[in-house]
């Protein structure tokens, strides 16, 4: 996911800035502008392939292990927006303006569904208007050749928006929040120290105590070996990531047409 | 007058007095009458007639004198009297007939001679056939004898002589006269073809030999065809004859008369001078008997005057004389060549190309002694002159760009005097498809400077004139890329009556002058948009907005150019239906890419900008929505996340503090074991 996202991004961006010097740099790295478009294209199917297979995923193994379709979707685990996420963010800001404690996040923290649907939301308005830009003889025989030029809009500025705010929010709420810098690694090892977790979401602890089944959920950590591997991909995904922002937004504010 | 006062006397004397006063007046008044009426229009009244004749040994005579012609003759100033001396005094009419006129009451010099002389010794003997003054010159009608329509012109000196010497001619028949056929001879003799055939007036004729107030026979020592006369005659045209004479006397002569030197006339027979072929550039050898020495320098200056005679035979002037150049050269017994005194003028047999010269840029600097403009010989040489299609040549197509560049290479002098805006000229043109296909590849019909400029005609190209002005430009690269002509011509960019006043492109307003490239080389495919969008600013800007326009910017040459979908030199306004863009063309113009294209593809906005709210509302809308969208998400979460950042600094710190308390309390109870990385145990999720 991550790879596939980051090379999106940057073959992206130097079509949509090919007009600034850095972009010249970027579409040479990448072999060539031609080059740079085969691996545009060649990542967003390994997107659609993920995409699919989380879908795929969703379908047969959560729906298991949740126990059923309603409970995926309505139960207190579920990713879809409820009551709860509404009383966290008002909790939220009261808590960073001092006036309430921290909310007692469950499962999944409103910022956190609120990237997933990002995705999601994402998946669609891209993938559709860069399948449209992919084939537009396929797709303008029922659609006007003007829907590609609009096409063309969203795409970029919706790429825009998601690189831009995967690379500064979405980087701030799991890497740089300073309780948890440099990085979060629980994207990679699927597992988080008990003390950090019992603290982030204290609701979620409780209702495991509770219940009883904390112990089936410890795990091993990683060798130190594999945890400095991950590192390793994690911070130089992350200064690509960085990188990226910074020349978006040199080339917003200074190179602009 | 005096008027004799008689009035006081007495009557008689007073009446015979006046009488005689009468008489004096009247003789004094027909003598002072008579003087006057002497002037020129006396005498023409009477024979300004056209009939008025007489008859004279049996023949009519004409008496009538052409008041116009005598005006323009050479004596027209003068008063009849002047010549026709013996009327003074008399009335008029005159008894018949007059005195002849005597020329030598003013030309007494010629008369002398002439009295000396055959025809002078003849007249005094009354001897009828004898010629007089008028016989030869005319009476009334003289002209000036450098006027070709002077009876004794040279042209005409032959046809004088002839009408007594001509073979028949009673002269010819009843006098002594020791040659025949003279004037059949003369007009086949050398002298006789270059006077009457070629017009040749320096040519001898009679009068250049025999002198014409001063004909003696050969017996006579002092005339000028006397056997020892003749050389110094001959040689007052064939000056040097004695040091270039060729045929050596074959020796006939010496056996017969051995102590005589010959005279011209022994071997050359008067009136039938043989004709001779000479060797085309005979004379050449004697220039060359001092010139092709190495040190033969210059008088005035000391520059060299060698001529290599190698050079010379192979250029193409070797069989050109060295005086059909060198023209300035007069017969002279010292040296001919010092006799030289103006510049080779090649306009002598190049006219043509001269005059073109002399319009040209090289040529008005040359006319303004500038030093530095070429002259014929600074480019084609001198004596080595070769031709444009000899590869040794300086002219010859692929050393031109070497021979221009001479003076117009950046930093020489006429680079360093240039003020136009085009630099570089001959490194851009070595590097541009020309020079390359030129002296890479040898292809010797490739365009090079004169084929553009103009071989003599050089001029700027704000000249209306010049090959290279830009009305004139279609014509000169037309000259070879013919059928690109002819399209653009009937393309929109060519000057049509009233369709713009806008400035049109021509062929090097998008190929550029010198640094033409192969057009399907990447270098040429990029630069020419930005040759279309020096006009075409607007349209230009928002086709770098779309997809094609992007990408191009990356170096893909591969996708949709300007050119490629609205065509080079043949491009049409969309209304026109040959345009590539019509509506009927337009689907095959985006399958040329785009193999499965159809109309609808064709709906692709090319030139949409989100920029042009008018003109592309939807785009402009859109735009602004997402960007709305970025900008509003940023915000929130911004503020989100700039509110967070206090309270997560808080719980770092407050963590780092439980962490290192719990830290040392656990050292403090467990054994020592390897330290994980993170504490014992860690939550699946």
């Known amino acids: 996911m991550i790879l596939s996202f980051i090379s999106l991004a940057s073959t992206g961006m130097t079509l949509k800035f090919s007009y600034t010097s850095w972009a010249h740099g970027l579409s040479r790295a990448f072999g060539g502008f031609e080059s740079a478009g085969n691996i545009h294209r060649f990542a967003a199917t390994v997107m659609f392939g993920i995409f699919f297979a989380h879908l795929f995923d969703l379908a047969f193994h959560k729906r298991r292990e949740l126990g059923g379709i309603k409970a995926l979707l309505f139960g207190p685990d579920t990713m879809l927006p409820r009551k709860k996420d509404l009383q966290d963010i008002k909790a939220s800001f009261k808590w960073f303006l001092g006036k309430g404690p921290r909310p007692q996040f469950g499962r999944w923290t409103y910022w956190e569904k609120f990237d997933y649907f990002a995705v999601f939301w994402g998946m669609f308005v891209i993938g559709s208007t860069g399948l449209m830009l992919w084939f537009p003889e396929f797709f303008t025989r029922f659609l006007p050749g003007s829907l590609i030029n609009v096409a063309t809009i969203i795409h970029s500025d919706e790429a825009l928006l998601a690189t831009g705010f995967i690379f500064t929010v979405h980087f701030f709420n799991t890497h740089l929040r300073p309780e948890k810098f440099p990085m979060d690694l629980v994207i990679f090892t699927g597992s988080m120290p008990v003390d950090e977790f019992r603290e982030d979401k204290p609701a979620e602890y409780e209702k495991l105590v509770a219940s009883g089944e904390l112990e089936n959920y410890l795990v091993e950590p990683y060798q130190p070996i594999v945890v400095r591997t991950i590192r390793i991909f994690a911070w130089s995904a992350l200064a690509i990531g960085s990188f990226m922002v910074i020349w978006i937004v040199y080339a917003m504010l200074f190179a602009y047409r | ?685």
């Not at chain 2, 007639?49 to 004198?65: A, H, Q």
């Not at chain 2, 002077?150 to 028949?173: N, T």
């Not at chain 2, 086949?188 to 014409?212: D, M, N, R, W, Y």
């Not at chain 2, 929109?492 to 400035?503: L, N, R």
């Open chain 2, 1 to 685: 007058m005096i008027m004799l006062s008689l009035m006081d006397r007495d009557a008689t004397a007073g009446r015979r007095n006046r009488r005689a006063g009468w008489a004096a007046t009247v003789v004094l008044g027909l003598f002072a009458g008579g003087a006057f009426a002497r002037s020129n229009s006396d005498c023409l009244d009477c024979h300004s007639d056209k009939s008025l004749s007489t008859k004279r040994g049996g023949r009519t005579v004409s008496l009538f004198v052409d008041k116009a012609v005598f005006e323009k003759s050479v004596h027209g100033a003068a008063d009849c009297i002047a010549c026709h001396a013996d009327l003074a005094g008399k009335h008029l009419p005159h008894d018949a007939p007059l005195a002849k006129a005597q020329c030598g009451s003013c030309h007494d010099a010629e008369q002398k001679l002439y009295a000396e002389c055959l025809h002078g010794k003849a007249v005094a003997r009354g001897d009828g056939l004898a010629p007089l003054c008028q016989d030869c010159h005319g009476a009334h009608d003289i002209l000036p004898v450098k006027n070709p329509r002077s009876a004794v012109a040279p042209l005409r000196v032959p046809f004088v002589c002839g009408r007594c010497h001509k073979e028949g001619a009673p002269v010819q028949l009843q006098r002594e006269i020791h040659q025949d056929r003279i004037l059949e001879n003369y007009s086949e003799s050398i002298h006789g073809l270059g006077l009457l055939q070629k017009g040749l007036i320096v040519s001898a004729t009679c009068a250049s030999c025999h002198t014409p107030h001063r004909i003696l026979p050969h017996t006579d020592p002092r005339s000028t065809i006397a056997r020892r006369n003749i050389a110094a005659t001959c040689a007052r045209c064939h000056a040097q004859i004695e040091e270039v004479h060729r045929k050596v006397i074959k020796g006939e002569l010496w056996e017969k008369e051995a102590s005589v030197l010959p005279a011209c006339v022994d071997c050359h027979q008067p009136h039938k001078i043989r004709k001779v072929f000479y060797d085309q550039g005979m004379a050449d050898a004697d220039c060359l008997g001092c010139h092709e020495k190495p040190n033969v320098v210059a008088s005035k200056d000391g520059r060299s005057l060698t001529v290599n005679p190698a050079e010379l035979a192979q250029s193409r002037h070797a069989k050109t004389a060295c005086s059909q150049c060198h023209s300035g050269v007069r017969p002279s017994p010292a040296r001919p060549c010092a006799t030289i005194t103006t510049k080779v003028d090649c306009a002598a047999c190049h006219a043509g190309v001269v005059e073109e010269y002399q319009g040209s840029t090289h040529g008005v600097l040359a006319a303004r002694q500038d030093a530095n403009a070429p002259t014929c010989r600074i480019c084609h040489g001198t004596h080595g002159t070769l031709g444009k299609l000899n590869s040794q040549s300086p002219t010859f197509p692929i050393n031109i760009p070497t021979l221009c560049a001479r003076c117009h290479r950046e930093g020489e002098k006429a680079a360093v005097a240039y003020i136009g805006n085009q630099h570089d000229i001959t490194t851009k043109y070595t590097e541009s498809i020309h020079g390359k296909g030129l002296l890479q590849s040898g292809l010797v019909v490739t365009a090079q400077c004169t084929d553009c400029h103009s071989a003599h005609r050089e001029l700027p190209g704000n000249d209306l004139s010049s090959t290279v002005n830009p009305q004139n430009i279609g014509t000169t690269c037309g000259r070879c890329h013919h059928g690109i002509e002819e399209q653009f011509a009937r393309s929109v960019h060519a000057k049509k009556a009233g369709a713009t006043d806008k400035p049109l492109p021509v062929c090097n307003d998008c190929h550029s002058a010198h640094t033409i490239r192969r057009t399907d080389a990447d270098g040429f495919k990029l630069t020419i948009m930005d040759q279309c969008g020096r006009c075409h600013t607007d349209i230009a800007k928002t086709y770098f907005d779309t997809y094609h326009g992007k990408v191009s910017q990356l170096g893909y040459t591969k996708t949709a150019k300007c050119y490629d979908c609205h065509g080079a030199h043949d491009i049409l306004p969309v209304s026109d239906a040959r345009s590539h863009l019509s509506r009927g063309n337009v689907v095959a113009t985006c399958r040329k890419c785009h193999a499965g294209a159809t109309r609808r593809f064709a709906g692709y906005l090319t030139h949409a900008t989100h920029h042009d709210a008018k003109k592309y509302p939807f785009l402009f809308w859109t735009f602004w929505g997402m960007t709305g969208l970025i900008i509003g998400t940023f915000f929130i979460s911004g503020v989100h996340t700039a509110l967070w950042l206090p309270r997560a600094l808080k719980m770092r710190r407050e963590r780092k503090k439980t962490k290192a308390a719990s830290a040392g309390d656990r050292r403090e109870e467990s054994a020592a074991g390897p330290e994980t990385g993170e504490e014992g145990k860690t939550d699946h999720e």
